[in-house]
């Protein structure tokens, strides 16, 4: 997104020059901070944990507040913390997040507090003064070099050793101050911008699929000449049988989108290469697909015949058409699933089928110019 984009920029700028040609001391993280790892006390020994005495932080406190944190939702006990109070960070601490799918991730402790063991505190140390937006606007340039540069078992994770050695962009507290201002101005201004961000996003998004249903919808359009019918007496659903005569394809709707990554079984409902099936279940349901091989067709879809006076492709851009009524007319809670009945009785337009084909030849012109115009939207 541009906005993001244009938030890489100033970070970039502001950590190269300062705005204003700066030079800085690149400093060791170890030289500059002392980094406390966060912890987890016992959950099954109640004495580690309490209702008020020492905030601890995780990352549902950061979901929930966002990079300045005010409060924990969780807290432990004086004895969790024991003799180490150096685990309680001071107020102004940053905070970074040094594994798991959030590595990155940071924020300013505006309150003394602890951590989980996700969370690295970053604590000045003594002849350091570091301003914590900063710190805290710094660490927004290091999530993709943490993540390259974290080991991974089942998730990644940046150990204290490595984090030690990156380089802190380190100069006089005064111009710390006034990059941090300087960039949160730019970045308040951004946020101004996102919302028509996306908006335009949305906008192109629904550009080029208007643009096909404009196209569609005047192809298919009403007229005193052409025969309507109901759909249910144009197409016929099919009961497939089971068969069990060799390993073929399993045609369900992600191989017959892609035809790649298809998986081979042994019994199924059998269709033959030519066949058409119709989509019963999901968002797209009442899509039409032609078989493009022998296979055994998958749990969602239903083998269709279609009547003479009527074009495959006609059938097929027609259905395209209907998409959003047969979505706004699906049962089901957790999957949508077309009501037949309704699919039977919505009635289609039917000229003469040399007209179907000519109206099919100017959409298989149209379609592929669509598509060239999509990526020049998009970029």
Known sequence: MIVD???????????????????????????????????????????????????????????????????????????????????????????????????????????????????NGLVANKGYEVNSKYLYYFTLTL????????????????????????????????????????????????????????????????????????????????????????????????NVKDVSNGSYNYLDVKYLRSLKNGKKIQKGKFVKKGDLSLLMDGENSGELFKIPEDGYLGSTLKKITISSDINEKYLIYYLKLKQDYFKGNKRGAAIPHLDKKIFKESKIYIPKIDEQKRIVDKIDQLLPLLDEIEKIVNN
């Not at 984009?5 to 170890?30: H, M, P, R, T, V």
């Not at 309490?50 to 432990?76: A, C, L, M, P, R």
């Open 143 to 238: 999530k993709t070099k943490m993540k390259k540069d974290s080991t991974s078992t089942t998730f990644p994770f940046l150990s204290v050793k490595n984090l030690e050695k990156y380089i802190f962009p380190y100069i006089d507290i005064n111009k710390q101050e006034e990059i941090a201002a300087r960039i949160e101005k730019l970045f308040f201004e951004l946020e101004k911008i996102k919302p028509i961000e996306e908006e335009l996003n949305n906008e192109k998004k629904l550009f080029v699929s208007r643009i096909k249903k404009s196209i569609l919808s005047n192809l298919y359009k009403d007229s005193m000449n052409i025969n309507k019918k109901e759909l249910g007496k144009i197409i016929d659903f099919e």
């Open 5 to 119: 984009d244009l938030k890489k920029s100033i970070l970039k700028q502001a950590f190269s020059n300062g705005f204003n040609n700066y030079n800085f001391e690149e400093k060791k993280f170890k030289d500059v901070f002392t980094i406390i790892n966060g912890f987890t006390p016992l959950r099954s020994d109640t004495s580690l944990w309490s209702k008020d005495e020492i905030n601890w932080f995780t990352v549902d406190d950061y979901n929930e507040q966002g990079y300045i944190i005010n409060y924990t939702n969780q807290h432990i006990s004086n004895k969790a913390v024991g003799e180490n109070s150096l685990r309680i960070l001071p107020t102004g601490t940053v905070i970074l997040c040094c594994t798991s799918a959030t590595i990155g991730t940071s924020a300013i402790c505006n309150i003394p507090l602890t951590t989980n063991q996700q969370f």
